[in-house]
């Protein structure tokens, strides 16, 4: 590179003696410092290589990035699919649960239902009785008033009057537990309702 100008040079100088007029002309001048920048071009150049193994470089490059950015979307989907997978499995944890809780509500329901029937029976056979225990009251009177025997009403009143009030006390007794079974239990704080 150092002796660009020195050929130049000579190359005009030999135009110059050929007979060539203005020789200068058709040569350019070349100073030391467009031989030094041109070295470093040169430099530069057989630093970076051939373009084209740069390119095959790069499109390695390319595919590097290209699999771990695969690999990378891969890893998040599968972390997606599992937590989603893991969701699905405590909602119907959750539901399974709630079914249960629901089959023993129904069950208790059902329960308390039955005895409300029996309770109900209970009652109209407690009817039942205090009416037929009036239709004996009544048969005694009647006879007793053929007979012309002499019965103390107020007796007997007093006897039917009993006889209602602890009919009337179980009923409103065996009502009040129905009631008190029947009614909804407080929830623990936290717990949902249905």
């Not at 100088?13 to 058709?26: F, R, T, Y």
């Not at 290589?49 to 595919?63: F, V």
């Not at 009631?179 to 623990?188: H, I, R, S, T, V």
């Amino acid at each position: 590179m150092q002796f660009i100008p020195k050929i130049l040079e000579t190359a005009r100088l030999q135009a110059e003696a050929a007979g060539i007029k203005n020789a200068s002309e058709h040569y350019v001048d070349v100073t030391d410092q467009d031989v030094a920048q041109a070295g470093q071009e040169a430099q530069q150049a057989a630093q970076q290589g051939n373009p084209e193994t740069q390119l095959a470089q790069l499109k390695i490059q390319g595919e590097q990035q290209q699999q771990q950015s695969d690999v990378q979307i891969a890893t998040v989907r599968g972390q997606a699919e599992v937590a989603a997978a893991q969701a699905n499995l405590q909602i119907k944890q959750l539901e399974v649960q709630q079914a249960q809780q629901d089959a023993v509500y129904q069950d208790r329901i059902a329960g308390l239902e039955l005895q409300l029937q029996a309770a109900k029976a209970d009652a109209d056979n407690n009817t039942k009785l205090k009416s037929q225990a009036l239709n004996n009251l009544t048969q005694i009177i009647v006879a007793g008033l053929n007979n012309k025997a002499a019965l103390d009403t107020t007796v007997v009143e007093g006897w039917l009057e009993s006889i209602i009030g602890i009919q009337q006390h179980n009923q409103a007794k065996e009502l009040a537990q129905l009631n008190a079974a029947l009614a909804p239990k407080p929830q623990p704080a936290g717990a949902s309702t249905n």
